[in-house]
């Protein structure tokens, strides 16, 4: 059986670290055998485990500025890319949305909180507002206004149809 060389591995960053490398390294008879037989590269390893194993500063301040830093995660898939997109287009219709629906219909906080979450609204809250809808509805004076075509009652309908469609908060089971 032959004995491997072991490439060398990035330093260590701390005294501990240093002192596993050095133990690894003894134990590696191998490179061992490189350090007695004078190989400047594995006796200048072990003079570098040293001075971080002692604390050395400037042996520590070399071997963090070649540690390697934390590899970039892997591409992202196509379908992941899709999603990403996906959601992202999704947000931005919904803002766009929601800045129309604040300029033209004085939509309150609360509303638009809930829209923008799909919360939804109280079972109350939708049962008041399809009350409140059937009343528009069965007004002729309301009815000829929305037609002839007044933000008023336009505004009116398109919220409660907004609220209506949202659908009902689900409630926490206790």
Known sequence: MTDQVTAPAASPTT??????????????????????????????????????????????????????????????TTEQLAAESATQAAEREANSLLATLRSRFDLNENAEQRLKTGEGFSQADHDSVSQYKARLMADPDFRTRLLAGHPEENRKLFLVNLILSNGVKQEAVA
């Open 15 to 76: 005294p501990e670290a240093a002192r596993e490398t050095i133990n690894a390294r003894i134990a590696d008879k191998a490179w061992g055998a490189r350090v007695v037989a004078g190989d400047a590269a594995a006796k200048a390893e072990l003079d570098m485990l040293h001075k971080i194993e002692a604390g050395d500063p400037e042996a520590l301040t070399q071997a963090k500025a070649s540690a390697p830093t934390a590899a970039d995660p892997p591409p992202k």
